[in-house]
């Protein structure tokens, strides 16, 4: 009985070890977060872990404690009682703190959802970057409306700017997910939905397709470079003189089923993303992009 309780406080503590460690460790992106919206995302991560952790770790050691004083042996001085059944203290205390800690939970998470709610604009001093973004069998499409150019599998964005995500899909459901930059967005075909992120510092940071979509899902990743705005000019530049152009039959070609390189393009169809949303969607839900900027603007008449 000794030996198997040892090996089990053993491997307890080595696995709170591990997560305590890896924690800590940059290898884990989502806890390592670049962007204003990652930043409050890990803020709500840590919170409402640190507060299940006051239920789960005072379980867990009356668990081990219960097992270690109640184990049969002769020399046992724990009280036996079979007659037991209630103690109102006893109730009162281990329903009332779990109780206190879930609505703890339910306030703070309340907050968080309605301060990163995805189609709000970010307050910034800089006007957001817009960037229409395609899911794809199996690749990623990425509209720069403004610049007139598109990339494969590949955004690029300035440091510190916020960027204003158009999210659409002209394949299965899939959802857009820079971790390190903030939470997922579900792409859908006939929708299209809205997200606000900012890098806080130049680099380059893993984009992926975050939902099962067919034989090459895994494959659908995607380099997210964030660079100065001197930088971006220039590789923007560097596209209109040297890519060509995104025709209409050249986009039908790639929204085949496949997998793509990086590759970028100067030039775009007229609408090519207003389209693709209409494509498969009501009058309802065609231009859902504008009119979630006119509520914005009107509420902030208001």
Request: charged share 20%; proline share 6%.
């Amino acid at each position: 009985m000794k030996r198997g309780f040892r090996r089990l406080t053993t491997l307890l503590s080595l696995g709170v070890m591990t997560l305590l460690l890896s924690g800590c460790s940059n290898d884990i992106i989502v806890l390592n977060p670049k962007g204003e919206i990652a930043k409050h995302q890990m803020d709500l991560i840590y919170i409402t872990t640190g507060l299940c952790l006051l239920i789960i770790l005072p379980v867990l050691i009356l668990t081990f404690f219960i097992v270690w004083r109640y184990r049969n042996r002769p020399d046992s001085k724990a009280k036996y009682k079979p007659e037991w059944e209630h103690n109102t203290k006893l109730e009162v205390v281990w329903w009332t703190i779990p109780v206190i800690i879930i609505i703890l939970i339910g306030i703070v998470t309340v907050q968080y959802t309605y301060k990163l709610e995805p189609s709000k604009p970010l307050e910034h001093e800089a006007d957001p970057i817009v960037i229409q973004v395609t899911s794809l069998d199996w690749k990623w499409l990425f509209q720069y409306p403004d610049q007139d150019i598109a990339t494969v599998n590949y955004v690029q964005f300035p440091e510190d700017v916020p960027i204003r995500f158009e999210l659409t899909s002209d394949a299965p459901m899939n959802s857009f997910w820079i971790p390190q930059l903030g939470g997922q967005i579900y792409t859908m075909s006939g929708m299209a939905m809205t997200l606000h992120l900012i890098a806080d510092e130049p680099g380059e940071y893993l984009g992926s397709g975050a939902n099962f979509s067919g034989k090459d899902f895994a494959k659908m990743q995607f380099v997210a470079n964030a660079t100065s705005q001197e930088e971006f000019d220039q590789w923007v530049e560097q596209i209109k003189a040297t890519s060509p152009e995104l025709t209409d039959e050249g986009y039908q070609a790639l929204a085949e089923p496949g997998v793509s390189e990086k590759v970028t393009y100067s030039g775009l169809p007229e609408n090519l993303f207003e389209r693709t949303v209409a494509k498969y969607g009501s009058k309802h839900n065609h231009g859902s992009v504008e009119h979630d900027e006119q509520t914005h603007d009107e509420q902030e008449r208001g």
